[in-house]
């Protein structure tokens, strides 16, 4: 039998689309810190600061996100997401003092969650049920490129040319965004207001996808000391111009790894994607710690990307398949809440350690949190889902 496609000319439109909007994200979470200490002359913790605000007004948004969807259209909300997102962008080239720099950082936030949140669910309603798993695993591939193209151009710009030059790039990127997400399908049709509205919890969160978006968030706590301070630990090391190979290490594993790992989790169960995932990011984040030249580093971005790449994809999967097709928007919005949550957290609190206690001991935190997430994930997700099996 012919499966039904995945690579639509919708879903590879909204493909481009998210490549541009993490592209500008990763690339700026890369580059800001070392903006805010570099050029404005502020602190470790004070640059984390950069990626907490952004994640705050995205988290604050975010449970609403849903029932916005349903009310104004996926599609709708997609394109003003994305136009009001550009102007932020293009704003960085002219906002310099700190505060209005947080200022601006929480304004994008909130169509940062607008948009990822419509994308995710637009993308999840163009893919056959059946190939679900394969397909989201796909599309977070956008994703994926831009975890090392972002961070690569950023650092590669800021040390040949100048900060200006990467806000006007990213700009150009964003204008691109915004062009390739005319061809984004329309989605479901948005509900019709009936008499007066009530927001009750079910508008927020999809209780479903609870359980594993509280994972998630765990997850992305851990990941915040790769994502925030990467940059700022390489540069302390000497390796700063080898940080975009860290990065493009890190995406090529996630990027040869994919194909693989959505099609064992269609046919074998997200169990055999997941055990493995959080081996592999734990070593890797072991590794970032005791890092003592080129080669550890790398080998530490290789073990990363794979385990990252398998959890989180994973992860958002089993939320979106957590409940009906017309709530996808729910299940997504509640599981980039908690996720979002758990980047803020961790990009704030594990800044205040680097502080105190230097990056080694935040990296051997970060991996000492993905053992305690994996341990929780045997004694309550498997042992229910053997208890299912048992029962049938």
Known sequence: MNKEPIWTKSFMSLFITNIAVFIVFYGLVSALPLYAIGVLGRTDEEAGLLMTVFLLSAIAVRPFTGKILDIFGKRKMLWIGLVLYLLCTILYYFIEPFGSLLVLRFVQGIWFSIITTAAVS????????????????????????????????????????????????????????VVTSAFAPVGTAPEKPVGKRRLSIGDLFEKGAMPVALLGSMIALSYASVLSFLSIYAQEKGLLPLASTFFLVFAAVMLLTRPFTGKLFDEKGSQYVLIPGFITFGIGLVLLAYMDSV???????AFIGFGYGALVPCFQTLAVQSTKKERSGYATATFFTFFDTGLALGSYVLGII???????????????????????YLSTFMKRKNKVMISN
Not at 354 to 376: D, E, R, T
């Open 295 to 301: 080669v550890v580093f790398l080998i530490a971005g």
């Open 122 to 177: 637009l993308a999840a309603d163009s893919i056959p049920a059946a190939r679900r798993g394969a397909g989201l695993g796909y599309f977070t591939m956008s994703t994926n490129l831009a975890v090392v193209l972002g961070p690569m151009i950023a650092l590669s710009i800021i040390q040949t040319a100048s900060f200006d030059v990467l806000f006007i790039v990213m700009s150009i990127l964003m204008v691109i965004g």
């Open 354 to 376: 680097a502080v105190q206690f230097g990056y080694q001991n935040v990296y051997l935190l970060s991996a000492g949190l993905a053992v305690v997430v994996f341990i929780i």
